[in-house]
């Protein structure tokens, strides 16, 4: 059974960072690329990062320059640092091991607020 647990989102000002983790469990995390998606409130979820099991990475173009995703296989854990956060940015985050449909699973997400 998977198992995905986001943590660290959090109210900041803008232009402040945040630090978002993913534990995975129930899958050989080395092997599965990861991805960290977003969902504001009447919009749909969307893709924000990827991460290879190489560690190459991938953004959309919202959050280029500003966030960072990267994976510790040791602790099967992918994270999002968040630097300066804009208020478009407040949602809740997801991980996931699916970068497109189907999505088996999902986590309870992680709540990120940028208040101007």
């Known amino acids: 059974q998977v198992q995905l647990v986001e943590s660290g989102g959090g109210l900041v000002q803008a232009g402040g960072s945040l630090r978002l983790s993913c534990a995975a469990s129930g899958i050989i995390f080395r092997v599965n690329a990861m991805g960290w998606y977003r969902q504001a409130p009447g919009k749909q979820r969307e893709l924000v990062a990827t991460?290879?099991?190489?560690?190459?990475?991938n953004y959309a173009d919202s959050v280029k320059g500003r966030f960072t995703i990267s994976r510790d296989n040791a602790k099967n854990t992918v994270y999002l640092q968040m630097n300066s956060l804009k208020p478009e940015d407040t949602a809740v985050y997801y991980c996931?091991?699916?970068?497109?449909?189907?999505?088996?699973?999902w986590g309870q997400g992680t709540q990120v607020t940028v208040s101007s």
């Open positions: 991460i290879t099991s190489g560690g190459s990475t």
């Open positions: 996931n091991y699916r970068l497109g449909p189907p999505f088996p699973s």
